[in-house]
């Protein structure tokens, strides 16, 4: 297995995603130039404390409490109370890719030494990386600032062997003081300001971004297949996909989905001439419009997500090079809240898309000769047959929803906490609305991808398709098989949904020419 040094470079989305799937371990530098600036940072808060320095929330309380003095005696107890009182979690758990994508994040932002933590806790952070060994974190109790508190409490409650943690797999659930006590491995006690480092910043509504932004990457690709293979079946007009034609109208990402959709059309044979049906509904025609904003908005996107996760977004910062003490906002996360509202707003168009081009596979008036609600059934059993024609009405709920979802979340900013956070980014909401919007969306690209096979298998077309088709035909089979008489398709969609949401399809076709 790979390892991924993490403190020196910069990391990559996919490198939190990598990690997330416990497919690459992790490790710190071994520069002495790198463990220098980080025990630097930690001098210097020692340093302060020997001189009786004011350090907000070293010692101070915490946000509108940081004019209470705390007493040099119970310093070393600060820390410990933080994680404590904000043990309020509520709502669903992070599953098991998603907490560990969130502590990758958080080492990612410690290590780069600006916020005055221990060589330890790092290391104690990369071992439970490595040993899969990761802190059980409700994913309800965050308004985005000061970061996400409340949801990282749990990273720092488990160091300290109070919290429940994942073994291993998703199943298992153990609190951690039976690892510690099992292992002989102490638990960690947490220095001045480690704490507040560990949990005052924008770790999880980022990883939670890095991972919706694969996935969104995923349905880009997987609409784009699905809507080549329905032109096929709808008989429909490739031309609508020409290459003058989008040179007219020069965005990067929308030329590039029309310029898939031609080559796996093979649109240089199908346009010779005119074809007979001169213009295809909305769903078809307009594919590469609606996708493109996505692959459009993929540079800033990004760049935002990025350089959120290689920032140092605690508060204060300890500069480490001018041994200075600097207050700020940078827990604050307004940048992930617009990606993440903008973003579920672009997944939720495109699975309105393949919404539309469902409907018009399973309607016989505009389906081109294919059989009503695609039942591959004999003739004398299709009065009884009605193959597609829930899963459509599904595929219409599901749509729904995600459109009902689309609302943004960084618009309702409630001041809280005595008024001292009077302003706040909600951008963890906006990230978990934006993974509901891609689970949902999820569900439609599942039962797009197999009423499109079955569409082209009515037609008799599967020896006719290029071979990224062809390979992404097979991918589906892997887990649908053709419907002639009706049959629950929910075990069929539910295995798409689930190699969906492990980026399956990405992988599959990452290494073809699409």
């Not at 025990?39 to 009786?52: N, P, W």
């Not at 007009?237 to 080559?263: C, M, T, W, Y």
């Not at 039942?375 to 009065?383: A, D, L, V």
């Amino acid at each position: 297995m790979k390892v991924l040094v993490v403190g020196e470079t910069p990391l990559s989305i996919e490198d939190v995603v990598l990690v997330a799937q416990h497919q690459q371990k992790v490790a710190l530098p071994d520069s002495m130039e790198w463990r220098d600036l980080i025990q630097r940072g930690a001098d210097f808060l020692d340093q302060l404390l020997e001189e009786d320095g004011v350090i907000y929330g070293v010692t101070t309380g915490y946000g509108d409490s940081c004019l209470v003095e705390v007493p040099p005696h119970q310093v070393n107890e600060l820390p410990l109370h933080l994680s404590r009182f904000h043990g309020c979690g509520l709502g669903q758990n992070l599953d098991l890719i998603t907490a560990r994508a969130v502590v990758i994040t958080r080492l990612c932002s410690l290590a780069r030494g600006y916020s005055g933590v221990s060589l330890s806790l790092l290391e104690r952070l990369v071992w439970m990386l490595n040993e899969n060994i990761i802190p059980v974190i409700p994913s309800e109790g965050s308004v985005g600032a000061s970061g996400d508190l409340t949801p990282l409490s749990y990273i720092a409650g488990a160091l300290v062997g109070e919290r429940d943690v994942y073994l291993h797999d998703q199943n298992t659930i153990v609190p951690i003081s039976q690892i510690y006590a099992e292992r002989h491995i102490p638990s960690f006690i947490m220095r001045p300001k480690e704490g507040l480092a560990l949990m005052n910043g924008t770790a999880v509504m980022t990883a939670i971004a890095c991972l919706n932004y694969k996935k969104a990457e995923q349905i880009s690709l997987g609409s784009t297949l699905i809507t080549a293979m329905n032109v096929l079946a709808l008989e429909g007009n490739p031309s609508h996909f020409d290459e003058v034609l989008f040179a007219q109208k020069p965005h990067a990402g929308q030329q590039q989905i029309a310029a898939q959709l031609r080559k796996w059309l093979n649109c240089e044979v199908q346009t010779e001439r005119q074809n007979p049906r001169l213009q295809d509904r909305y769903s078809l025609r307009c594919a590469p419009h609606v996708i493109g904003v996505f692959e459009d908005s993929k540079v800033w996107l990004r760049q935002f997500i990025e350089n959120e996760l290689n920032s140092s977004n605690d508060n204060p910062l300890i500069d480490p090079i001018n041994l200075r003490v600097l207050h700020g906002g940078h827990f604050y996360g307004g940048h992930i809240a617009q990606a993440m509202d903008s973003l579920k707003i672009m997944i939720a168009n495109i699975a309105d898309l393949m919404d539309r081009q469902l409907a018009q596979l399973v309607d016989h008036k505009m389906n081109h000769g294919l059989p009503r609600n695609l039942t591959g059934s004999s003739p004398e059993r299709m009065p009884l047959n009605h193959g597609f024609k829930a899963v459509q009405i599904g595929v219409s709920a599901w749509t729904a929803e995600a459109l009902k979802q689309t609302l943004a979340a960084s618009i309702f900013s409630r001041s809280t906490e005595c008024h001292n956070q009077d302003k706040v980014s909600m951008g963890t909401i906006a990230a978990r609305d934006a993974s509901r919007v891609i689970v949902l969306t999820e569900q439609v690209m599942a039962a797009l991808s197999c009423a499109a096979v079955q569409a082209i298998q009515l037609k008799a077309l599967q020896n006719d398709l290029s071979p990224v088709l062809t390979r992404f035909q097979q991918w589906v089979l892997e887990s649908f098989t053709f419907v002639e008489e009706d049959r629950p398709l929910q075990y069929d969609l539910q295995q798409l949904v689930q190699r969906f949401e492990q980026l399956a399809l990405l992988q599959h076709l990452q290494n073809s020419e699409i």
